[in-house]
């Protein structure tokens, strides 16, 4: 049934003043909430909410990849501005990101790109507004930033999926379509193609810890995460599924960031944990390097809960969309990861 877009943000405007959007550290005591589902027809809003986007074609391509999703677009006033390596100023930025959430035409907001930038923003968003206007936001990468703050600050579930500029492929498309329009409480699951090998070579899973774990679905990308770590702007962990992706960090790098989140408290608290993919991620020039099997044999296998590596996650051409702050069950021997209710309205 399609939902009253104007009543549902009443209603929500007047959950928003009981204990959303004061502080970070919500996820023990405020529940998930969902924002409307994607339909054809909707408004999707792009942002440059981190690095800069140089070239107007990229953004030709994408424009024409929503609309074959049957998705009108709106331009964020400064996709296309630049300052360094950022998308414009840090209050540019910060700017279009807010429009979007109080433009009562816009439906869903998508992030074109990565790269650095959005922690940069955080203190300057108005997460009280954007409590009182909840609507699909969706990104990875650099983008976990907000995803997460927005979850711990406002209990709105978030979506680590396809960036604006990356490819929009069939697999993609696949499970961007069945969460955020179909609302399906989905199955995530690797491809399993043989193709001409004698079994499976690309995409296969490996368990670290067997079992099956349910929690609320945490994450993204290990580096931003540890870099905001000790922040306001981070949910609380506990009996969570943390999930976590990377790309050209060397494995000592991997090492000291999970040493990180060890020494905080997180992985002593989650239940459960999912490695996506960790894209060009070498030893480095240093004398000997660890593995990074040996490096989840080291900071997660000990942990005794149920843990798998090689997710559709990640810096890959093929990903899942993940809704952040969403129940689900995973099942580490299996290697899927299952929705345990809709994600949207």
């Not at 405020?30 to 809003?45: D, F, H």
């Not at 711990?152 to 498309?173: C, D, E, Q, R």
């Not at 993204?220 to 506990?238: C, K, R």
Request: hydrophobic residues 45%.
């Amino acid at each position: 049934m399609k939902c009253d877009r104007r009543s549902f943000l009443a209603l929500a405007g007047m959950s928003s003043l009981v204990g959303v959007g004061q502080v970070g550290g919500l996820w023990g005591a405020t529940p998930s909430r969902k924002p409307l589902r994607l339909q054809k027809g909707n408004t999707l809003a792009l942002v440059n909410p981190a690095g800069a986007t140089a070239h107007r074609v990229a953004i030709d391509i994408l424009v024409e990849s929503m609309d074959a999703l049957g998705l009108k677009v709106k331009l964020g006033e400064h996709v296309l501005s630049r300052y360094g390596y950022l998308a414009g100023s840090d209050e540019e930025r910060a700017a279009d990101v807010m429009a979007q959430f109080t433009d009562d035409s816009v439906d869903g907001i998508l992030a074109m790109r990565g790269g650095w930038g959005c922690a940069r923003i955080l203190p300057q968003l108005d997460f009280d507004l954007i409590s009182r206007n909840p609507k699909v936001l969706i990104g990875y990468s650099d983008v976990t930033a907000l995803l997460l703050a927005v979850y711990a600050k406002t209990g709105l579930i978030t979506f680590h999926g396809p960036l604006g500029l990356g490819p929009w492929n069939s697999f993609s498309v696949g499970y961007f379509k069945r969460v955020l329009f179909q609302g399906e409480a989905v199955t995530m699951s690797n491809p399993k193609i043989v193709g001409d090998n004698l079994t499976q070579v690309a995409d296969r899973i490996q368990t670290i810890h067997g079992g099956k774990a349910r929690g609320k679905l945490l994450g993204g990308n290990l580096t931003v995460l540890s870099a905001i770590m000790g922040s306001d702007f981070l949910p609380e962990w506990d009996g969570a599924i943390l999930f976590l992706e990377d790309i050209e960090e060397a494995v000592y790098r991997i090492d000291r960031m999970l040493t990180q989140l060890k020494l905080a408290g997180v992985l002593d608290r989650i239940s459960g944990f999912v490695f996506g993919k960790c894209t060009r991620c070498l030893p480095g020039q240093s004398y000997g390097s660890l593995t990074l099997e040996q490096v989840f044999e080291d900071h997660i296998a000990p942990l005794g809960i149920p843990a798998w590596q090689g997710a559709m996650i990640g810096h890959q051409a093929h990903k899942f969309t993940v809704p952040v702050g969403l129940e689900a069950e995973i099942d580490s021997d299996e290697g899927t990861i299952r929705l345990l209710e809709s994600a949207v309205q």
